[in-house]
C-alpha cells in the first residue's frame, strides 16, 4: 500500500496525503519518501490523514525528525484531518504544541 501521495507540489506549499497505516515496520521508507519529495520542492508541509489508520510512537518520532528538518529551512508543517484515535496519541504526548495540528 502506497503511505504517501503528493496531494500538491509548489512554492507555496507540499501537500500529502497519508493513507492506512505507519509503524516501526514501514517508519523509515515513510521518512524517505516526504523528505524525498520535501527536498525537491521545499515549502510548508501539510499532511492530509484523513485516511490514515494507524500509527506508532516510532510514528510519532518521525513526524517530530520531519518537523525538524523543515523548520530548520523556516518552514512549517501540520496535520489535517486526523482521525480521534490519532490525533489523541499527539495530544497525549504534547505534540500539539511543537507542530500544528488541526
Not at 525537491?40 to 510512537?57: G, H, K, Q, Y
Not at 510514528?59 to 489523541?88: C, E, R, W
Amino acid at each position: 500500500m502506497e503511505e504517501v501521495k503528493v496531494l500538491q507540489k509548489e512554492q507555496g506549499g507540499l501537500q500529502l496525503a497519508l493513507s492506512g497505516d505507519i509503524d516501526l515496520g514501514n517508519a523509515e521508507t515513510f521518512y524517505e519518501a516526504v523528505m524525498a519529495e520535501y527536498r525537491s520542492c521545499p515549502a510548508n508541509v501539510t499532511f492530509d490523514c484523513r485516511e490514515l489508520n494507524f500509527i506508532d510512537s516510532t510514528t510519532l518520532g518521525t513526524f517530530v525528525k520531519i518537523l525538524k528538518g523543515v523548520k530548520s529551512d523556516g518552514y512549517g508543517m501540520k496535520l489535517v484531518n486526523l482521525q480521534p484515535k490519532i490525533k489523541k496519541l499527539f495530544l497525549i504526548c504534547s505534540l500539539d504544541s511543537v507542530m500544528e495540528i488541526a
